[in-house]
């Protein structure tokens, strides 16, 4: 009977689509950290082109250790998408600001600072592209944001 009951539970978290996460090793989480801000340094120096490699690499890390809908795979791509827009390459960023600001909502809320950071700076990567009218939107939705602090 007890062998039953584990088999229908363990059915029914398969059909119910629940996974089991790993806990991030400290040695990965480690490593995601030090190559952020590594890329964040890069960044600041102006060293753009090396910085990308170094951001690619720690959303890689972000996602197998962390997952791809955890805030911290979204700091990642917000690096990277902060750095592709550096150096003008906003259909590169675009995507990654995207992706970003997704999983911000859906993790930390609708209402989250981080999520307004993402927007606005998003809004400017549409201003450079020329999308005017999705610039306005997320910047009108970020200044909603910030007022309610």
Known sequence: MK???????????????????PLPS??????????????????????????VKIA??????????????HPKTATS?????ELYQAQGKYANAEPLYKRSLKIREKALGPDYPYVAAVMELMAKCYREMGKEDEARRLESRAKQIRSRQ
């Open 3 to 21: 062998k039953n009951i584990t088999m229908l539970f363990l059915l029914l978290l398969f059909l119910t689509g629940f996974t089991v996460q």
């Open 56 to 69: 690619a690499d720690a959303l890689t890390i972000a996602e197998k250790t962390f997952g791809p809908d």
């Open 26 to 51: 400290k040695a990965s989480e480690a490593s995601w950290n030090d190559l952020s801000l590594k890329a964040n340094k890069l960044y600041q120096q102006g060293r753009y082109s090396e910085a």
């Open 77 to 81: 791509l917000y690096i990277l998408a």
